[in-house]
DNA sequence: CCCTGATTCGC
DNA sequence: GCGAATCAGG
């Protein structure tokens, strides 16, 4: 991907706006977060601040490479994203950021014995989704409370061990459930 | 483990 | 100039 003027518009100003580089890379697309902070410095752009220069101590040099780097890497394939977002895309954090995390999320027991119990989700925003988060969609997407499951999943799966099911349904199963 | 930014240096 | 690898920290 190239560092076009758009693109490195839209950095100087999701970096001003205090995304965070992951953050950014993932709106630009194509790039990685290492890019991006590689980018930001090239351009002698304001690095974070530190409050009382906690983080930037003199940092030894990094010793030098024990194994050469390899040089055929596969290209990696770039995580679809398809998932849409409302065309309003501020993100109000300074109000729903201060969540209530660790809310447990049941649903009414039903009367057959079986409970079905809806594990807690840690209610994630879209740029905190990893590879190993469970990416099943809670609420609204047009709603302030939308949010994702985030819970772990295992291995490469979108989706945790509960959503999993949900999500694909065996035939023998979706009957015994009706 | 997840994440953050900072730095180095081969390309 | 670019960015992966690495470091250092939360």
Redesign the pocket.
Known sequence: ???TDER?EKLKKL?SEG??????AAQLG??????????????NLP??A?AGG????A?????????????N?AA?PVAARPVARPADNTLPKEEIDVDFEMQAETLPVPANGNSVVVPMSRRLEL???????CKWPIGDPLNDDFHFCGN?SPDNSPYCTYHQRLAYQPSAERRRMR
């Open positions: 991907m190239n560092w490195v970096w995304l965070s580089a992951s953050q950014i194509g790039v990685s977060r290492n890019a991006v902070i590689g980018k930001v410095h090239r351009l690095g974070r530190k906690t983080q930037t101590a940092r030894p040099k990094r010793p030098a490479p024990a194994t050469p780097r390899p040089s890497f990696r740029t905190q989704l990893t590879e190993r988060t772990e």
